[in-house]
């Protein structure tokens, strides 16, 4: 079993920039997973948004976000950063991470899920 938790959720203007964090904790370990960041807006279904390989840690980015957010792994293997620059109100939403066995923008491609973190872009 595998306990995940966010951070680095808030409120910012667009064009601003916030970085997510998320790690494991209560003894588990993110490493050697696969790790996702999804999210979902109020309405809306939850949506892949960037995946991260447990072998090369090569990262994946929907075409929604592509060359404004970025993916990447902590040194301590423990830890997974999305960095969101160039935000606007659409990027408004509670973002999960999720780590598995499989590398996908799914959700059925991970097994386990952290509680989710706010991030709204309003000015």
């Known amino acids: 079993q595998v306990q995940l938790v966010e951070s680095g959720g808030g409120l910012v203007q667009p064009g601003e920039s916030l970085t997510l964090s998320c790690a494991g904790s209560?003894?588990?370990?993110?490493?050697?997973?696969?790790v996702g960041w999804f999210r979902q807006a109020p309405g809306k279904e939850r949506e892949g948004v960037s995946c991260l390989s447990s072998i090369d840690s090569v990262t994946y980015s929907a075409n929604a976000v592509k060359g404004r957010f970025t993916m990447s792994r902590g040194n301590d293997k423990n830890t997974v950063y999305l960095q969101m620059n160039s935000l606007n109100p659409e990027d408004t939403a509670v973002y999960y991470c999720a780590a598995g066995p499989r590398l996908g923008f799914t959700n059925i491609d991970y097994d386990y899920w952290g509680q989710g973190t706010q991030v709204t872009v309003s000015s």
């Open positions: 209560g003894g588990s370990s993110l490493d050697g997973y696969a």
